[in-house]
């Protein structure tokens, strides 16, 4: 069984920095491949970074170069660092985990079987 916990949002003002994280439960963290998407209200979900088993991180553009993923496989947890943030980055934030099946298509959602609960950031002044 496996539980994502996402952490670390909240309300910011433009321009400001967050770093997100999501807390894994369950065996073999190692063998996951991970990701963070976002979904703003009326929007439909969108990923935003990915990373696999052997740490390639591979990035939508949906947020250009503002967004840093990165993976710790001792500590079971994979971070979103979103930087020069702006109120269209106001959504919830997810992160979702898969075996190796999310690797030919890893910044789809529907490529994740394992979802948090989200994480909500606003960006506002």
């Known amino acids: 069984q496996v539980t994502l916990v996402e952490s670390g949002g909240g309300s910011v003002q433009p321009g400001g920095r967050l770093m997100l994280s999501c807390q894994f439960s369950?065996?073999?963290?190692?063998?996951?491949?991970l990701a963070w998407f976002r979904q703003a209200p009326g929007k439909e979900r969108e990923a935003i970074a990915a990373?696999?088993?052997?740490?390639?991180?591979k990035y939508s553009g949906s947020v250009g170069d503002r967004a840093t993923i990165t993976r710790d496989n001792i500590n079971k947890h994979v971070d979103l660092t979103l930087s020069t943030l702006e109120p269209e980055d106001t959504a919830m934030y997810y992160c979702a985990a898969d075996g190796r099946a999310a690797a030919g298509s890893p910044l789809t959602a529907t490529s994740y079987s394992y979802w948090g609960q989200g994480t909500q950031v606003t960006v506002s002044s």
């Open positions: 369950g065996y073999s963290f190692s063998e996951y491949y």
């Open positions: 990373i696999s088993t052997g740490y390639v991180a």
